[in-house]
Each structure stands twice: as structure tokens, then as C-alpha cells.
């Protein structure tokens, strides 16, 4: 670490002490302030550029603010809650109204660990009826969650996890009804499964949960399978589990495998898509939970997949593919593509052919977007490609799963571009 990067975070460990007594109380509640109507306020320093693009295919500035690091459509394909970060020791969430751009309501959220200066809250996740507005706060010493109505109104603490997980800890989050949240909550040594009734004030605990590196919902939010692994004969070998949200209980799908990566349900909850990076055992794979059996889609010597999820229809499965010299030289690829396989066939079809196809896929719609050349979006499977927005030297666009996204019908997509820094030249001797 450089001196000067270690000086600046023990500054700032300093005074977030001196000033964690003072801010106790908002802490726990926060700020919460509604005003229906209300202009995004615009950040002209250091800015983020949000664009919204209609069904059109046209792209419309939203707002400038100083950081977007978390974006989510409400179930409505209007209303949509993104996060700023407003000073070094605060951030805001926005419930906003995409089509007329204001602020319906901000939640101030005060950060007291000095490392953390913007990505919080994190996980932001709406009821599927639109109602409830859920997220998680880290504070570094702990991880709160915390759910409100969306009109600002009856903001809870719903429980404290009593560590930091990421996002690559097996975390579930997500909501299994109107107003039941499914959330992971550690308590040490464990991790357990929480149901959160907001309806009733109550929650249960469903199950401890196995320790994983990876953990998906089905679609229909009953079962949740977990990616569980360890150092054995040799490799990394990893193994899947399901757990049913009803009972808690736990069964074993797949057996250790070498080097599995994440696990993916289909629509209809049959099947699950995982990868292989290991030599024995290279390529792309489809189980079936009914059969217990699993077959490979593809993938050669030369070609490492990595799935992004399916089609919504379950017909394809999108993988972000680079090829690669030998298998060795893998980390780094010298060609990466974005390609559609289909699941009865194994035909394929690629969408693009440049490295690093950076994506951004609709669960619903059947579309994508990914930057080659600019910003790009097609249809799922065969639909055309089109231009969103050309490549500029001064601009990058942030497109990934949380700052950026698709609303539910797909009529809407949502992305954020900053400004490249470019060093000044030293003046001419």
C-alpha cells in the first residue's frame, strides 16, 4: 500500500471516531425526507451521467450525481431506487420517478467506518408488489438490514450480521413474497437463513446455512442452491446444494467436482447451468434435478466459458467466453466473446466478439447490453444489434448488475458512464 494511501485512511479512521458518538443516534434511523416532485439534485464535479433508454432505443440523461454504485427497477417499470454517496461519511438513497426524473423520497444513510466511502447501502431489493424497499447498511464493524416503505415510512432494523460478508460468500437475499424477505444473517460461527415477515413483525429462522461461495434463489423463491467447496484430492472441488425454504432442509445435488464455478437455476426451476474450469473436466454443463444427471453443452481445449444466466423462455444459456492459447495462459484471454448456447441443440450463436465484453442481461425480455464499440443492445436470440451510445476517449460506461440494469418488462434499461481522468502534461521547461 502506498504511504500516502495508508496516512490518508488512518486520517479518516480518526475522525470517523471523533464523530461515531455524534451520529449515534441517526445510526440507528437515519433521514428520511419525501418530496413528491422534487429535481434530482445535480453533482457538476467529478460526475456520473445516469441514462435512462426507452423501448425506442433512445438514451436520456436522467440526472449527474457525484456516484450511482447501486441501481434497482421497481416492479412497477417506472419507479427505480439508486444510491449517491452526498459526503465522505454519508450516503442517500433515492426512490425516484424514471419518467419524470424527481425524488419521491431520499434516505440518508451515515457511514461511520472511514474505508467505506461510497457502495452503501448495498443489495438494494423491492417487494414484488412494490411496497417495501430493502437494503443492507455496512458500518464495517457490522452489516444492519434494514427494509422501509417506499413513501420514506416505517424504516425497521431488521437484524446485524456480526461480520463483513461480499458478495462472494454465499449471501441470499431476496424476497420470497410480498412482504417476506429472505436475507442471510451471520452470527459466528454460523450463517443462518432468516425469513422476515414485514407484514407481522416477525421473522424465523429457517436453517443454518452450509458454507458456501455462491448462493442463488429459484425463481419462485422456495429453494436456494449453494456452490460449497474446499482443498480436496489435489484441487479445489466444489459441490452443490439445495436447501427448501419451507423446512430448511438440505440435500446434496452434485458431488465434488473440480474448479465448479457458480450455479444458475432455470426459469422453471428443473434444471441448474454451471461451469467447469478444470482440466478433466473443461466446459459448460446442464444438470438435471429430476434424473440427477448432468451433460456438457461444449467448450474445447482452447475455450474457457463462464456462465452470465439463461434465456427467459430456459431455451439458451449466455456465457462469457475467452479464448485462450493454452489453458495455462487463461488469465489472459486474448479474445473474449459473448455467445448464446442452446440447451437442446448445443448450437451456438455469438453476440460479440471483443475483449472484454462487458454485460448487462434482461431476466425477462430476452436482451443484453454490452459495450463493443460503444454501448451495445440486442435482442435474445437472433434479434439486431444496435448502437445505444458510440465510444468516447473521455468516457467509460459503468455497466454490471448493480449500478446498471434492465427494468422488469424490459422496456427500460438504465446505465451510468463517468469521466476518465486524464492527466494534466507537465508544463514545457
Not at 451495445?376 to 455497466?399: E, K, T
Request: charged share 20%; proline share 7%; hydrophobic share 40%.
Amino acid at each position: 500500500m502506498k504511504k500516502g494511501l495508508l496516512l490518508s485512511i488512518l486520517v479518516l479512521i480518526l475522525v470517523s471516531a471523533l464523530a461515531e458518538g455524534s451520529c449515534e443516534s441517526s445510526k440507528q434511523q437515519g433521514e428520511i425526507t419525501a418530496g413528491p416532485g422534487t429535481p434530482l439534485s445535480v453533482t457538476p464535479d467529478d460526475p456520473v451521467e445516469v441514462y435512462v433508454m426507452s423501448s425506442d432505443g433512445q438514451p436520456r440523461l436522467l440526472t449527474t450525481l457525484s456516484s450511482v454504485p447501486q441501481w434497482a427497477w421497481a416492479p412497477d417499470d417506472d419507479h427505480a431506487a439508486l444510491v449517491t454517496n452526498i459526503t465522505s461519511y454519508s450516503d442517500r438513497i433515492h426512490v425516484i420517478s424514471v419518467k419524470a426524473g424527481t425524488d419521491i423520497v431520499t434516505a440518508d444513510i451515515p457511514i461511520t467506518w472511514s474505508h467505506k466511502l461510497a457502495g452503501n447501502p448495498s443489495r438494494l431489493a423491492w417487494s414484488p408488489n412494490g411496497e417495501w424497499l430493502a437494503w443492507e447498511s455496512d458500518s464495517g464493524h457490522r452489516v444492519t438490514l434494514e427494509a422501509m416503505r417506499v413513501d420514506g415510512s416505517d424504516r425497521r432494523n431488521l437484524a446485524a450480521s456480526d461480520s463483513n460478508p461480499s458478495a462472494e460468500d454465499g449471501v441470499v437475499f431476496g424476497w420470497k413474497d410480498d412482504h417476506t424477505l429472505l436475507a442471510t444473517v451471520w452470527e459466528s460461527p454460523n450463517r443462518l437463513l432468516y425469513e422476515f415477515d414485514l407484514a407481522n413483525g416477525t421473522e424465523r429462522e429457517v436453517a443454518t446455512q452450509p458454507e458456501a461461495s455462491w448462493a442463488e434463489v429459484s425463481r419462485d423463491a422456495s429453494r436456494v442452491v449453494f456452490v460449497v467447496g474446499g482443498e480436496r484430492q489435489g484441487c479445489y472441488a466444489s459441490s452443490l446444494w439445495i436447501m427448501d425454504v419451507s423446512d430448511g432442509s438440505l440435500h446434496q445435488v452434485l458431488s465434488d467436482t473440480c474448479q465448479l464455478e457458480g450455479a444458475f437455476w432455470s426459469p422453471d426451476g428443473s434444471q441448474i447451468a454451471y461451469d467447469v474450469v478444470h482440466e478433466n473436466a473443461w466446459g459448460t454443463y446442464i444438470l438435471d434435478l429430476a434424473s440427477g444427471t448432468s451433460r456438457k453443452l461444449g467448450s474445447s481445449a482452447t475455450l474457457w466459458d463462464h456462465v452470465l444466466g439463461w434465456s427467459p423462455d430456459g431455451s439458451w444459456i449466455v456465457v462469457n467466453r475467452s479464448r485462450c492459447p493454452t489453458r495455462m495462459m487463461c488469465s489472459l484471454p486474448f479474445e473474449g466473446l459473448l455467445v448464446l448456447i442452446s440447451v437442446a441443440s448445443g448450437d451456438e450463436k455469438v453476440i460479440s466478439s471483443r475483449f472484454p465484453p462487458i454485460y448487462v442481461l434482461s431476466p425477462n425480455r430476452g436482451a443484453v447490453a454490452f459495450q463493443e464499440d460503444g454501448l451495445q443492445v440486442a435482442q435474445i436470440p437472433s434479434g439486431p444489434m444496435r448502437q445505444v451510445m458510440p465510444y468516447s476517449l473521455n468516457w467509460r460506461f459503468d455497466l454490471d448488475d448493480s449500478a446498471s440494469g434492465w427494468s422488469p418488462d424490459g422496456q427500460w434499461f438504465a446505465f451510468t458512464r463517468s469521466r476518465i481522468s486524464t492527466p494534466t502534461p507537465p508544463p514545457s521547461p
